[in-house]
């Protein structure tokens, strides 16, 4: 790997370190990068997920403040997100790789998907929380099952994992935004180190794009947290756009 292909693995990596942050959809910024450089698409995916599990970790830490009163709820849901994690990235071992090729393609289709209804789903969140009542701490009964359903999500790839758990929490459980997205950014990282765990014992790791995109995306996680709410979300979300077709374009090839 040249210099130049490791500047902007790290650059990627702090990228998505912040738009995990905020968004929720790094994994659309790194994992093209990756490809791009001629890595494989499953070492790719496995190195990447490991590699964003200290960001995630910098984002939650950066979000402390907020995660104060939700300690029941995270360990509730946290145990949907954990074996959620725990398939998906046993999925991804034992399929095999051109189940992966033909999957990833929708996936990331699904996740720019998510990143253009963003400000659609936002206003309906809104408007459920303007009408809702009152509502159970963990959340409305069909919210465990469909963290565990983005944790298999997540663990076998993950591109706007955080935008669904946005999502689910929102509509679901009663509490702010903000608070929401801090709690997403536990479960994403329960998700990620989970898989993290299995893919270190049985999978190919490239360690160099794991310690690339680690250091960047520690940084990344406290830039999120710190400014991420003041920039601008078409920005990002456009960004998360323009990669996600470029990589949709890479697996068509």
């Not at 499953?42 to 995660?67: C, E, F, H, K």
């Not at 963990?138 to 565990?148: E, I, N, Q, S, T």
Request: charged content about 10%; aromatic content about 6%.
């Amino acid at each position: 790997m040249s210099l130049l292909e490791c500047v902007a693995i790290l650059l990627t990596g702090v990228a998505a370190g912040t738009i995990n942050t905020v968004v929720g959809s790094g994994t659309l910024i790194t994992f093209p990068t990756l490809l791009a450089f001629g890595i494989p698409p499953v070492t790719a995916n496995v190195s990447n997920t490991i590699g964003l599990v200290p960001g995630s970790l910098s984002g939650a830490w950066g979000y402390r403040d907020l995660l104060v009163g939700q300690r029941s709820r995270l360990l509730r849901l946290g145990t949907a997100s954990v074996l959620g994690g725990v398939l998906g990235a046993v999925l991804l071992l034992v399929l095999p790789s051109s189940a992966f090729r033909a999957i990833v393609p929708a996936l990331i289709g699904l996740g720019v998907l998510l990143v253009i209804l963003g400000p659609r789903i936002s206003a309906r969140l809104a408007a459920r929380a303007a009408e809702r009542g009152d509502a159970p701490a963990h959340g409305a009964g069909w919210v465990w099952p469909a963290v565990f359903g983005t944790g298999v999500y997540g663990g076998y790839f993950g591109a706007a994992q955080g935008v669904l758990l946005l999502a689910i929490l929102g509509i679901g459980v009663e509490d702010t935004l903000q608070r929401h997205n801090a709690a997403k950014n536990i479960l994403a990282a329960l998700v990620n180190g989970v898989a993290s765990v299995i893919f270190i014992v049985v999978a190919h790791v490239d360690w160099t794009v794991v310690a690339l995109i680690g250091s960047g995306a520690v940084v990344g996680g406290q830039l999120g947290a710190a400014v991420g709410q003041k920039l601008p979300p078409g920005v990002l979300r456009g960004v998360i756009v323009v990669v996600g077709v470029i990589a949709l374009v890479s697996f068509s090839r």
